[in-house]
């Protein structure tokens, strides 16, 4: 009996992949993925059955391999964790292949808040990295500013429509129309997390118009404040 793994790869750098999705590929027979992500576990590809894909493509693969899978092990990887920003796509290899094991790996979100010191259990985390509707995010995102929260968001690239195109630039010019004072926000932005091509950026949010950012970033809106143990009277 085949079995079908979605695995979590980290956000670029192969030291980010966990010891176990590591021994999961080297075990598998079939491996189906993205470029980027494939070039991130080319170390442990030999001998593998390699498919890459892109997003028109992708249904085409899957369904193929599926046909074709019989006793293999076949497992998917995914850019940092399978299970944030990924649904969709997840949800569609269960439809495809029903029984998916998933395995977590690390996400450039928790890379992006260990950075910048933004602890994750005090903060809102937002994707805009999905192919519907942004409207509920951009309302999450609002809101999470004006409760003070720290924001970790994956914001959207689509250079090829412009109107769902939703980058750093779109989104401070978004919140300045929306009324926030962005001159006084505190914002980084990251590129290629764990890779030799990382760059940060830092500054307040009205810097980003017009600033352009690959695909691969992430933002921090950092309105965070130290709140340690000290602070807390716990005889009370």
């Known amino acids: 009996m085949s079995k079908v793994y979605a695995v979590g790869v980290g956000p670029g750098s192969s030291d980010y992949v966990t010891k176990i999705v590591e021994e999961i590929i080297k075990k598998s027979d079939v491996v189906v993925g993205y470029k980027y992500t494939l070039k991130t576990i080319e170390n442990f590809l030999s001998g593998k059955e390699v498919h890459e894909i892109t997003m028109e493509t992708q ?7 599926q046909k074709n899978l019989g006793e293999k092990t076949l497992v998917i990887p995914f850019t940092g964790d399978v299970n944030f920003s990924e649904s969709e796509v997840v949800d569609r290899l269960i439809e495809i292949f029903g029984d998916v094991r998933i395995v977590p790996g690390i996400s450039s979100i928790q890379v992006a808040a260990a950075k910048t010191r933004v602890p994750l259990d ?14 509920r995010e951009k309302i999450e995102l609002q809101k999470a500013l004006l409760d003070g929260l720290s924001v970790v968001l994956v914001p959207r690239p689509w250079p090829k429509e412009p109107a769902k195109h939703f980058m750093p630039s779109e989104i ?8 926030f004072n962005t001159t006084k926000l505190k914002v980084h932005v990251f590129e290629n997390l764990t890779t030799e091509k990382e760059t940060s950026f830092v ?21 965070s404040k130290l709140d340690s143990y000290i602070n807390f009277n716990y005889e009370d």
């Open 122 to 135: 005090k903060s809102k985390v937002i994707t805009m990295h999905i192919s519907t509707s942004i409207e």
């Open 59 to 65: 249904e085409d693969v899957y369904q193929k391999v």
């Open 203 to 223: 500054g307040m949010v009205n810097d980003l118009e017009g600033k352009e950012f690959s695909d691969l970033s992430v933002m921090v809106f950092d309105q």
């Open 172 to 179: 401070a010019f978004y919140l300045k129309k929306n009324g």
